[in-house]
């Protein structure tokens, strides 16, 4: 038994010795090509023409976006636009081994309205600069047994009640004749700052019952969001660029990375943010891994977790990746290996 449990422990450290100098670094940024990082800690996304964000944004008054910035310290981000008249950004958190988006804000001109979301993706409060405020109730809105309302994208899914409600207060005001809420005459800035005729919702500003109060500032983000575009519409949008974001940093840890050190290499795939791979290149032995977790993302600390078997033998390994964002790119921290026995040695790493 104690010659099983020594062999274990050298294999491990063999293995340590071999993941030595970890080479993984991050943000290649969506699948759209590599994330560049910047002397102030920010990593940029370029936005071409083909990037899912840039298709999301078609449309709206915030489309043509050059660039977005992550800031790992923070845990926020902001689009970067060729004017200064239209801004975006928010901030992000992770819980449950989820990133979830948790603030949404965007502008126009003098015009902005800001969206808080809860853990379960939920739109918890939207205020705007005119004063306007909503709060989710704490029981649901309305009932959400609408077929047209299954939606893929887990903001959407997650808000079907506060869409229900969209689609409602829009079928209504495509029946009324009160003034649009908007900009004086019933106006509202465009993109790039142009002016078009701000949609008929229906709604007035004393109406202040639960409907007409969500109905309100839905209103009001739609005219900043797309002005054109009722109400429905660009709410939908905005969950769409809100999941898009949230998949970019998710997928920024994506890609192949080579750890290495005197004698030895090893290849690590990461895959929707998660260690899918460890290969031993000179062997091109696989590890079997049985579980994949990323334990924890604050401020610029990274926390990867795998549970794998290791060079074909029947024990379980885990496996911890505990490590610092620097603003180079690179990762510099610990690995940690826990078996039968404990050993941890430093990691750098970087991408391949």
Known sequence: MFG??????????AVLCILLMISMHTLPGCGQGGLLPTTAGAYQIPLNESHPLTEALKGTAFQGAVMMEIFPQSQSFRLVYPDTQRQVSG???FHDEQFTITQFSFKVGAKSATIQFDNQRRVATITSS?????????????????????????????????LEVATRIEQQGANSSSTAIGTPGGTSGGSGGGTGTGPDFGFKPGSRDVIDSVGFILAVVAIIWAPLAGIIGPLVTIFTVTTV????LVLRFDGTWKATNASSNMLVTISRGKISRLVDESSQQEFQLMESRVRDVSGNRVVWSVLATVLGQSTEVEFTFDV?????????????????????????????
Do not use: K
């Not at 099983?4 to 450290?13: D, G, M, V, W, Y």
């Not at 290996?337 to 750098?348: G, Y």
């Open 4 to 13: 099983s449990r020594h062999n274990c422990a050298h294999r491990i450290q």
């Open 91 to 93: 901030q992000y958190g």
């Open 130 to 162: 005119d004063g306007q405020a909503w709060s989710r109730p704490l029981d649901s809105l309305v009932p959400t047994d609408s077929a047209r309302l299954n939606f893929d994208n887990p903001y959407a899914a997650a808000n079907r009640d506060l």
């Open 245 to 248: 974001l949230e998949n970019a």
């Open 324 to 352: 610092q964002e620097l603003a180079d790119g690179t990762l510099q921290g610990t690995l940690t290996a826990l078996s039968n026995s404990f050993a941890r040695v430093a990691v750098t790493m970087s991408r391949v």
